[in-house]
Each structure stands twice: as C-alpha cells, then as structure tokens.
C-alpha cells in the first residue's frame, strides 16, 4: 500500500492580525505551519500504514521554505516527502494546483490512496481534493469521519453530511479528504525528529512534472483575483450588566421583532 | 524563467505597494530606495499594480484561452435535493440568479438531477426559473460524486452556460470542483457577494479568506463557465410568483455517464440533530462556559423557545458534550445565522471565523474581556447560568408560546 498526503503550508490565522491604522493585515512575525486539516491527513496515513502496512509519501506544492512543513511530516512518521516549486507554479488557483499535484502523483505512479485535509484554513476552498480526483480520473471520498475498512482493492469510509453521515465504498486508488473527527495529530517523536533533520526531501520542478505549462500557475488558472480588501471589523455593540431581572425584559423587547422575522 | 512581476524605472519610492500587498510581500529598505518582491510570498493578486499611481509594476498578463465567450448564455443553478425535498439553499440561489440573469439579459434556469422529481418543477419555476433542465433517472436518486458530476459536465458542454451557482454545502462543494476542473472552469468558493461588472459584464464573486479577516473579489476573465459556490443564509430566498412561466426540458443522458466507482452503502441521518445549523435562522450556541454535558440542556430549553439550532465552540465539542456536526469556527462549520447566541464562549479568532457574519450576535459571559464582546451586538456580563432561564422564559413570554 502506498498512500500520498497532500498539505500546504500556511500562515498561522491566530497570529494574523489587522493593522488597525492602515487597515491591512500584518504578517510580521506571522509563523509558518502545516494547514490543521492536512494534519488529521497525515495522521490517518500513518494510522493506516500502522494497521495494515506500507509506505507514507507526503507531497507539497510551495516555495522552497514549504520544506520545513515537509520534516515536520517526516517527523511525524512519514516515510519520505516531495516539494514541489518552481516559479512556472506561482499565481495558481485551485485548478493550476490540483493539476500540478494530480501530474506528481502519477509521476509518483504506484499510490493507492491519496488523502488531503478537507480544506487549508487559508483559501478555505475544499476544491484541490475533489480536484485531483478528477484530473487522475479517480472515485472521491469527501469530509471523511472514519476509516471503516481497507483491504488491496476497496475501502469503506463514512463521510459526514449536513443531516448525518454517508457509508461509501470505493474502489481503490481512491482520493479521500479528512475532516477533524477522524483522530488525532501525535506529536513527533525524538526518533523522528532526528529522522527528519537527515532526511532528503525530492524537489521536482514544472519540467520533471511533464507539464502543459499552459496549465500551470496564472495561465492555467481561470480564475484572477481582481480585488483583495480588509472587511470593516466589527464593532462590540450594547453592554448589559447588574441585574438581569431589569435588563431581561429590555433585550427581550428589542430581540422580539428580530426573531419573529428570523422565525418565518 | 522570467520573474512574473516586476518593479520597473518609472517607480518614485513612494511605497504606495508596500502598504498595497496584503501578504507583506513588498519590502522597501528605506525611503528613496526600490521596494524588493519577495516572489516567495508573492501571489500576483494584483493589489501593487492597482495601488501604484505610476505605472510602475509591471505584472504578467495572463495568456488568452481564445475562448469564444459570447458562445456561452444564461445563469444557471443547481438544485440540492434530499429525498426529492428541494434544499433552502437552492431557493437563494434562484434569488440571487434572478437578479444576475437580469443584469445580464439572459435567463435563469434550474438544472435538477434526481428520481421521481417532475413534481416539484413548478416550486422552481414559481420561485424564478425561465427553464428547469430535469435529469430523472433511479442512479440519482441521491447524491454520488462520479455520476452527478458527469451529467453536470455533460449538460455544460452541451447548452454552454455563462455563470453556474451551487450552494457550498458537502454536496456542492463535492460536486461542481469536480465539474469546473474537467470544463476548465473558473470556481470560487464559499461567496458571500455576487455582481455582474457592469463594463465586462463578468461575474464579480466576493468570498472571505483567512477566517474572515481579509475579503477576495475573484472574476473568471476568460473561461466560462463563471462557476461559484455560495454559502447559506448570505443570499436572499426567491420570492414565490405561482404567474412565472417556465420552460421544462427533459434531458437524456448515456447509460455510461450514470455508472459510479464510489456507491453508497447506507445513510445514518444523526439523531441529536433537529436542524442543520448551516440552515438555521436562529443559532443558540454553547462553550467551555458551560461547564458540563448536562448544561446543554438550558441550550436546548431557549433553541426550542426561539426554533433555533443548537451549535457549541470547539471546546465544547473536545469535551465530548456534543457532536461534531455541531461545532461552528474554523475546523467546523462557517454560519451566517440571522441571530447568533454565543453563550460561555469567549471567542477565540477561530471561532469568530465560523460566525462573524450573523446579522446580529448575543454574547453571554461573565468574563467582561472576553473577545467575543468585541463582535457581539448585544453583550451581556454575568452568569450564564443565572440569565439563560430568565432569558427563555422571558422570550416564552414575550413570543406567546
């Protein structure tokens, strides 16, 4: 079994913060770090490498500073990792990324399951999984809460609905994305921290990929990015203390008329 | 390979693109000297080029796709179903399609895939539809990923939609990113804005990103579709006409396209749910505050007064006092409820990401610091445990129940 963890390395969104003079958002400082689905991905890799045996190859796209997030797979258990960066990349969207990653992957050939988080916590999207499914033409298994089964030819995973959750069983190679219920994210080990300060992290480039570059980064993105603005941030409202028996009736009686339009 | 953005002679100094990049990509050394584009943060989203008054960023232009655009007409929707029960979501959608389909002079129609569905094809057209494109087959009777996408891809192709809006549920954000990357389409998720630009008439699509903290106008430029998911509660329903008329065009499709690699064993709808917060008008939501499994039921006791769902913080679903489904924030869900309650929730930056959009937001917590308050409509300081009974008994009151 071999099973590839796509993750992206992303700014910290607690540490982002909004200058409140110029209105735009300071990334000073702003500390790098594997995007917190993309963990439960990595988890669940190794958790199924654990169970029933294989090998666990964690793929990235990202400048070349997206390595560390790579060691800190490795360091989690992984068995070996690939980055892939080249300027031709730059300007992607989440068509440009999910075909540069679906190239690697059949670059990488032999894989039987491939596992992204459901989203990165900065675009937000959830589109490069399905994404990669369809450019490598591949059955998806979408907001993942459990691993049921998994054997050389099939897997049977439970995915979380709005209103419950779906039984699926897929063919294998199969795309899955994860949601947070499915574990929890160990902590590297000693061992695996020295493995990853030794380890060889493969770079490919757009060339190595075999790919149409009319498919890759602002050419082979359809959409463009015409504004980007800071919302007005919001402003703390009506404070009510002391006693609730007085303030009650007066929220009550300003709340009525919104939650009998809320209500219809 | 040449840099993809340049700064070039023309450039005063004046660091107008320094304070432009929302990514601190631009750095300028000191007054007087060039700013350097770190191409590492860089994400050519263009603020520099728009910021500069001089001419002076030169940034790659995208090559043309030779598209013929004008090929492509109407606004089109897709049509959640559950148990052939048409989703709220789709009715907002029509609302919002209407109103672009308008700008455009074009149509809005309804694209609905399912079994046994011909009946509610009226709801459709009485809420907006011009055309209702119906696929009605046993194989989509529910929702599978191959096959509703294939149809969705074979439909594009063949009637060649402008713009295509889904509701960014599990299922749509499942569905149209498989369709979008096989018509090489533009996608953008999650919107909370759509308009047309009234110079390129092409769909301008607004959607947050970071959590919130910063806001992202997208345009597809030249590829069409202009596919976009949008998110619940953002858009306004459709306002029923039973005069509008519709066209219904019953479409046929290849057995082939109907075939799945993935299929569904079974679905286990989830007890505890009464209502699917993402829907929810009303969000009665609880915290650490709380305390203990058992308090959630002074949640319940004023989600039931109020007909609201019941969502909790993170911390409340670590703790195991309620289910995942429920968690609202950035490893959860994103809601847009017209009232927010966030009772014994401090309002940690993740959590404020999932809900500081509602329309109006209510904090209960005794901490008078606590972030929430920053972000809360009404705020009250004092304890939960005190104020929530007399809180709903009051609402029971006052709304006669």
New interface residues.
């Given amino acids: 079994m071999r099973y590839v963890v796509c993750i992206k390395q992303v700014p910290e969104t607690t540490d982002v913060k909004i200058n409140p003079a110029t209105n735009t958002l300071m990334r000073d400082g702003v500390v790098s770090i594997i995007n917190p689905f993309d963990m439960y991905a990595i988890e669940e890799g190794l958790r199924l490498k654990a169970l029933h045996g294989g090998t666990v190859t964690i793929l990235s796209m990202g400048p070349p500073q997206a390595e560390s997030a790579l060691r800190e797979a490795i360091a989690m258990g992984a068995d070996d990792a690939i980055l892939l960066s080249d300027r031709a990349f730059a300007g992607s969207d989440t068509w440009a990324t999910s075909y540069t990653l679906a190239m690697a992957i059949r670059k990488i050939a032999n894989f039987d399951l491939i596992i992204c988080g459901k989203q990165a916590s900065d675009g937000d999207t959830a589109q490069v999984g399905p994404g990669i499914a369809v450019h490598l033409d591949l059955p998806q298994i979408t907001y993942v809460r459990k691993i049921e089964s998994l054997d050389d030819k099939t897997i049977v995973a439970e995915r979380l609905m709005e209103n419950g959750y779906e039984v699926i069983q897929s063919p294998l190679p199969c795309v899955l994305t994860v949601i947070k219920e499915i574990n929890e994210p160990r902590l590297p080990s000693l061992k695996g921290k020295m493995a990853a300060k030794k380890a060889v992290i493969t770079t490919w480039n757009a060339a190595e990929l075999n790919c149409d570059p009319k498919c890759l980064g602002l050419d082979g993105s359809p959409t463009k990015v015409v504004k980007i603005f800071t919302p007005a941030p919001r402003q703390g409202g009506e404070v009510f203390q002391g006693e609730p028996e007085e303030f009650i009736p007066q929220l009550v009686a300003k709340m009525k008329d919104a939650v009998l339009s809320a209500a219809q | 390979?040449s840099?993809?953005i340049k700064i070039n002679e023309k450039c005063v100094f004046c660091g107008a693109c320094v304070?432009?990049?929302?990514?601190?990509a631009i750095t300028q050394a000191e007054r007087k000297t060039s700013p350097i584009i770190d191409?590492?943060?860089?994400?050519?989203?263009?603020?520099c080029v728009?910021a500069c008054k001089f001419n002076a960023i030169w940034m790659?232009e995208?090559?043309s796709?030779g598209i013929d655009l004008s090929a492509f007409k109407d606004v089109w929707v897709f049509v959640e179903q559950?148990d052939g029960e048409i989703q709220s979501i789709t009715y907002e959608l029509l609302g919002e399609g209407r109103k672009l389909a308008d700008a455009l002079g074009m149509k809005l129609c309804a694209v609905f895939l399912g079994s046994n569905i011909q009946e509610q094809t009226k709801d459709l057209i009485s809420h907006g539809a011009d055309k209702v494109y119906v696929v009605d087959r046993p194989e989509l009777a529910h929702f599978q990923?191959?096959c509703y996408?294939n149809v969705l891809i074979e439909l594009v192709n063949r009637h060649k939609p402008s713009v295509f809006l889904c509701g960014a549920?599990?299922?749509g954000?499942?569905?149209v990113?498989?369709v979008?990357?096989?018509v090489?389409?533009?996608?953008?998720?999650?919107c909370t804005g759509l308009a047309i630009d009234p110079k390129t008439l092409n769909l301008?699509q607004t959607r947050?990103?970071?959590?919130?903290?910063?806001?992202?106008?997208?345009?597809?430029?030249?590829?069409r579709p202009q596919m976009a998911t949008v998110r619940h509660k953002v858009m306004k329903e459709a306002v029923v006409n039973l005069a509008h008329q519709g066209e219904i065009s019953m479409e046929t499709i290849a057995e082939v396209l109907l075939q799945?690699?993935?299929?569904?064993?079974?679905?286990?709808?989830?007890v505890e749910?009464t209502m699917?917060i993402?829907?929810a008008?009303?969000i009665v939501a609880g915290g650490r505050g709380l305390q203990s499994v058992d308090n959630f039921k002074l949640l319940r006791n004023l989600a039931d007064v109020?007909?609201a769902g019941v969502g909790a913080s993170r911390a409340a679903v670590d703790s195991n006092w309620i289910p995942?489904?429920h968690?609202v924030g950035?490893?959860?869900k994103?809601v847009c409820?017209?009232?927010y309650f966030a009772i014994g929730i401090s309002g940690?930056?993740?959590h404020l990401?999932g809900m500081?959009s509602s329309?109006?937001i209510?904090a209960i917590n005794k901490d008078?610091d606590a972030p929430i308050?920053?972000?809360?409509?009404?705020?009250?300081?004092?304890d939960l445990f005190?104020?929530v009974p007399?809180?709903t008994a009051?609402?029971k009151k006052?709304?006669g129940k």
Avoid: W
């Fill in positions: 390979m840099d993809p304070k432009a990049c929302p990514f601190g191409l590492q943060k860089c994400t050519l989203c263009g603020s728009v790659k995208k090559s796709s559950q990923d191959e996408g549920s599990t299922i954000r499942s569905l990113s498989r979008a990357v096989k090489h389409a533009g996608l953008t998720a999650d301008l947050p990103a970071f959590g919130g903290n910063i806001m992202a106008t997208i345009e597809t430029p030249a590829a799945s690699k993935a299929r569904r064993l079974k679905f286990i709808p989830e749910t699917n993402a829907e008008n009303i109020l007909g995942y489904s968690q950035q490893t959860g994103t409820p017209k009232i940690q930056i993740q990401a500081q329309d109006i209510i008078p308050f920053k972000v809360a409509t009404y705020g009250i300081v004092g005190a104020i007399q809180l009051e609402f006052v709304l």
